[in-house]
């Protein structure tokens, strides 16, 4: 049974650029959240997806934006990218929306921006 | 918005002994709140979910408490292990599972 799986695992971009990064839920699993951890900190939500559909979003510019497909796996993608945008990029996959879900939380995506 | 602190200084404790790991958080009691683990360079691990109404929840060697009241958890570890090293987040589990972390705390077993 796989689990979360995040690619790419590490990646380096240049101010300005574009990225996206790809989240596969695990199996069985119909909802994707999104998180950005910064060294030292804890993870920070971004957004939720649901029936292909942003659910939630946290405290995040347009700048940053998503996408869920049939199968559920999904996107994030962050436009005019920032210094500050240097984090680990974790996706969080659960089996609907309600509380009391556990999360399960892939390797996370490492992005550098220089 | 919810604020969550967890224990600002690094955690360490003798093999052997019990770790105590403390979340406080403010506003609003969630629901449940959930308690992670996070290895360098990983992405967190689920270890416990305690509801609202439950005073305590066990799991092998770890124990969580969750007093609505003092808006706080205690998360516990006996018999500390080596392999016990790691961080570990606080996670307010709010309806629509928009978790709200803590900024962790990074224990060390010491053998």
């Known amino acids: 049974d796989a689990g979360v799986t995040q690619s790419p695992t590490h990646l380096i971009k240049t101010r300005g650029q574009q990225v996206t990064l790809r989240c596969s839920p695990k199996?069985?699993?119909?909802?994707v959240s999104w998180y950005q951890q910064a060294l030292g900190q804890g993870p920070q939500f971004i957004f939720q997806?649901?029936?292909?559909?942003?659910?939630q979003r946290g405290n995040f510019p347009d700048r940053f934006s998503g996408h869920q497909f049939p199968n559920y796996s999904s996107e994030l993608n962050v436009n005019a990218l920032l210094l500050g945008d240097s984090a680990l990029y974790l996706c969080?996959?659960?089996?609907?929306?309600?509380?009391?879900?556990?999360?399960?939380f892939g390797e996370g995506s490492w992005l550098t921006v220089v | 918005s919810q604020k969550i602190e967890q224990n600002s200084e690094a955690l360490n404790i003798q093999e052997g002994k019990t770790a105590t790991l403390t979340c406080n958080y403010t506003n609003y009691s969630p629901a449940y709140l959930q308690w992670y683990r996070q290895d360098p360079g990983r992405g967190p691990v689920f270890l416990l979910l305690?509801?609202?109404?439950?005073k305590e929840k066990r799991k092998e060697r770890l124990k969580v408490t969750f007093d609505t009241t003092l808006k706080q958890s205690l998360f516990h570890i006996t018999a500390s292990q080596p392999a016990d090293s790691a961080t570990y987040l606080c996670?307010?589990?709010?309806?629509?599972?928009?978790?709200?972390f803590g900024t962790g705390t990074s224990l060390t077993v010491i053998p």
């Open positions: 969080a996959s659960s089996l609907g929306q309600g509380a009391g879900n556990t999360i399960y």
């Open positions: 996670a307010l589990d709010p309806p629509g599972n928009q978790f709200y």
């Open positions: 997806y649901y029936e292909e559909e942003e659910r």
């Open positions: 305690i509801r609202e109404n439950e």
């Open positions: 199996s069985g699993h119909d909802t």
